[in-house]
């Protein structure tokens, strides 16, 4: 009897054990990758194109302008069990040195865009797709099928996006209206169609002469909207757009910054809605 007892507790030991190992090889296989990201842009695309297969982190919010970030040790943290840090590559970016090497993490692969100009213009967000798909295609290379099904996929939706907002811009004839804007924002209203005809930086950089002059040429051509970057502080050119009478917009550079739009075709939708708003 005593040996029969011995036997089936040797018997599920063994079972025990092995439901274990199976557990573990199914996390190991089957585990998402652990993907940080310094902007909301480049994790919107890392969500779409990774689907499942990822856990996205992002660090800078959305509201915030990446050249006015200070990490935590919260921040720290999460870095270091990470497999990838992916980087919009914009010059503000300079907290990124010290925040991985705080992290210390032998397994990260730090991997910044070389894409440059305004991510929220469709051309240039679909540019962004290849950088994100690339990234993780080098981080996961047994899973390249699904990314780049996933990549195809997204960079259809950001072309019919496009051509559906320039219909509604061209409908809206915004080519014949003059604007003064954050220098952050001026690619994005170009190719909306909009004149810009003079451009300021932050807030800070407006001062009494900065701004008289740029109320003087506002006034010489005719300006009826200024647009604002909201990641630079709201209203920057609130006081350039009451000395014109003209209408005074703020735009967000990222998914998020306004409620409601975590991705970036919400935010980009979000952005022309509120440029028609302005001029009806």
Request: glycine residues 8%.
């Amino acid at each position: 009897m005593l040996k029969k007892f011995r036997f089936i507790a040797v018997f599920l030991a063994l079972v025990t054990l092995l439901a274990l190992f199976g557990g573990c090889q199914e996390t190991t296989t089957t585990g998402k990758i652990k993907v940080m990201t310094g902007t909301s842009l480049v994790a919107d695309i890392a969500e779409q194109v990774g689907g499942n297969h990822v856990d996205v982190v992002n660090l800078v919010p959305p509201s915030q302008h990446p050249g006015n970030f200070d990490f935590k040790p919260d921040d720290i943290q999460k870095l270091s069990t990470a497999k990838l840090f992916l980087l919009q590559g914009l010059p503000g970016e300079t907290y990124v040195d010290k925040l991985v090497s705080a992290a210390n993490n032998p397994n990260l692969t730090v991997v910044k865009s070389s894409v440059s100009g305004n991510w929220m213009i469709p051309s240039i967000q679909s540019s962004a797709v290849d950088f994100v798909l690339n990234a993780l295609i080098q981080a996961d290379p047994g899973t390249t099928a699904s990314y780049q099904a996933a990549a195809v996929k997204y960079q259809q939706a950001i072309a019919d996006k496009g051509i559906a907002l320039e219909g509604k811009l061209v409908a809206a004839n915004v080519g014949g209206i003059k604007v003064i804007a954050s220098s952050r924002q001026a690619d994005f209203l170009q190719w909306a169609g909009f004149q810009v005809i003079a451009t300021f930086d932050s807030a800070a950089s407006l001062t009494p002469q900065a701004t008289k002059d740029l109320v003087d040429k506002g006034k010489a051509a005719g300006v009826k909207l200024v647009v604002n970057n909201l990641q630079d502080g709201e209203d920057a050119g609130k006081g350039i757009a009451g000395s014109l009478g003209a209408k005074n917009v703020n735009l967000s550079n990222f998914p998020g910054g306004f409620p409601n739009t975590a991705t970036w075709a919400q935010a980009v939708d979000y952005n022309v809605n509120l440029l028609l708003s302005a001029i009806k």
